[in-house]
């Protein structure tokens, strides 16, 4: 986590400086690192490790949405996740936890039509 936290730091740092671009990458970058970090502390998922990890992970990500190069949302509710709008056709894959951690494909597709 160390890794990460400083990763995230040096993108702070950078959107500070007016270094948008670096910012992105090194914000990008932050969240991968806690996901790395958390990814095998799975044998207990209310850990405080994992907890704080994967929160630290969430919040690098979400750093970086407004500095991406098209427009990114934040979604809630039933299937939250995140939202992102492109020029051409979209297909939207909802992979539930389980899936996720590879115990059984249980997935929901769905497909937004070019506007």
Known sequence: MALGSRLREQADAAAVAGHLVSARG??????EYFQQAFFFHRDDLNGPHLRATYRASVQAFRA???LLSHPAWVRSGRW???LFT???PLMLLAVR????AGSAPN????CLPKR
């Open 80 to 82: 939250p996740g995140y």
């Open 26 to 31: 090194g914000y990008l970058r932050a969240a």
């Open 86 to 88: 492109l020029t051409h």
């Open 64 to 66: 970086a949405l407004p």
């Open 107 to 110: 997935a929901d597709y769905g």
């Open 97 to 100: 936890a389980a899936a996720a």
